[in-house]
């Protein structure tokens, strides 16, 4: 279903899971609404006809709305409220929550991934509120919206590098480093882009990929450095963990929310 929206859809899906295992996933696609937007929902329309000859379970029945972009905003707003994660509140840029002890970030994440409220961005950074980052050069893969390397930045290191292969999110990471004023190093580019060695090493990313870019991320990992990695279901701790193991890792602490998990590793 994902494949054939995405065919339509503006910059891909959004899929969202459900909350209980009787209640099905959506998946959603925004088109621009112009003149040929009535053509392409009938091809989806045909093609999910067809998908459903394969027996593959119930697929519910298409459904289009058309949304004013004001009030998409708005929505998306009111959806978006301060969070406390450890030693950080997170706010979008039109609150004003009153911080109380935290360390705020504060993000307008559009596009890009990270606004605090998925579990593998609050695992990553309830372990930047354990992990000692001050004085400390720190890269983040995958940067997404930037949070990760924000969060680095206010609690005192003494370099910050993020890189995302996606120039979307980098966009919109500038656009964040630059709301909460402080100093990263930003690019396009993934861990093999890295410069030297790192005392701390974030990616979080998707297991297939933290797969991949493993013995990258070891190769820039200081040797008393940690890495922290997310996005991995649980079904898939098992390969990450033994993809580490042989770039030379150990998994040091292991933290899960959900079907979600999270990795501390070290050498």
């Not at 494949?3 to 009787?22: F, K, M, Q, S, T």
């Not at 593998?120 to 950074?125: E, G, M, R, S």
Request: proline share 4%; net charge negative.
């Amino acid at each position: 279903m994902s494949e054939i929206l995405g065919r339509v859809g503006y910059n891909g899906v959004a899929v969202e899971e459900p909350l209980d295992a009787l209640s099905p996933a959506v998946v959603k696609a925004y088109l621009v609404h112009d003149r040929i937007a009535r053509i392409r929902v009938r091809r989806v329309r045909d093609a999910l006809g067809h998908l459903q000859a394969f027996g593959l379970g119930p697929i519910g029945d298409l459904t289009v709305r058309e949304i004013q972009e004001e009030a998409w905003l708005e929505t998306w707003k009111a959806s978006f409220k301060p969070i406390r994660i450890g030693a950080f509140l997170v706010r979008p840029t039109w609150s004003d929550a009153d911080p109380g002890d935290a360390v705020v970030l504060s993000l307008d994440p559009g596009m890009a991934f990270g606004t605090g409220l998925h579990p593998t961005t609050q695992a990553c950074l309830r372990a930047l509120s354990r992990i000692d980052v001050a004085g400390k050069r720190v890269a983040d893969v995958g940067t997404g919206s930037a949070i990760l390397a924000i969060a680095c930045a206010k609690r005192g290191a003494r370099e910050v590098v993020a890189v995302d292969v996606d120039e979307v999110a980098v966009r919109e990471a500038a656009a964040n480093i630059a709301r909460n004023g402080v100093a990263i190093e930003l690019a396009v580019g993934s861990a093999a882009d890295l410069d030297g060695q790192f005392d701390v090493v974030l990616a979080n990313i998707v297991a297939a990929v933290l797969q991949r870019i493993a013995p990258d991320l070891a190769a820039h990992l200081a040797p008393r450095g940690m890495l922290v990695v997310a996005g991995i279901i649980e079904t898939e701790v098992a390969e990450t963990e033994a993809a580490f193991e042989a770039a030379g890792l150990r998994v040091a602490t292991r933290d899960q929310d959900g079907d979600w998990v999270s990795l501390e590793l070290n050498r």
